[in-house]
């Protein structure tokens, strides 16, 4: 109790100075909203740019195009592997050995296709 009647007393005595808090505080409120229209504005202008740039959607569209051809190098690998490996076990009656290894060389032969597709390897 003995607090709010200090404050009670204080604010009695000078009644400026309700009125100087309340103008550095609509200076700050100000100066803030200054401050957050410019970024907003910065940022808003950085996302437009950057969605509007044809050279960007350019290079996310052949980036998406390569990385479908290096995945379908690999997958086709295998695939081819594992299919010559299942005809020679019904042709040899070598089940299930057929199958193990030439999976396993078609997988070998997709890594080395993607590997000299993306420039890692020596291309021949």
């Known amino acids: 109790m003995s607090d709010g009647t200090k ?3 204080s604010n009695q005595g000078t009644g400026s100075l309700p009125d100087l808090d309340e103008a550095a505080l609509s200076a700050r409120l ?5 401050r957050l229209s410019k970024t907003l504005g910065d940022r808003k202008l950085q996302a437009d740019q950057s969605d509007s740039g044809s050279g960007n959607a350019q290079a996310r569209a052949s980036a998406m195009a390569v990385g479908l ?3 379908s190098e690999l997958v086709a690998g295998v695939v081819v592997g594992t299919i010559l490996g299942w005809v020679f076990d019904r042709l040899l009656s070598t089940s299930p050995w057929g199958l ?3 999976m396993l060389l078609g997988f070998v032969a997709g890594v080395m296709n993607v590997m000299r597709s993306a420039g890692v390897g020596k291309k021949s």
Do not use: A, P, T
Request: net charge neutral; glycine share 8%; charged share 30%.
């Open 7 to 9: 404050k009670d007393s």
């Open 30 to 34: 100000g100066s803030l909203n200054e």
């Open 69 to 71: 051809r290096l995945s």
């Open 100 to 102: 193990i290894v030439f």
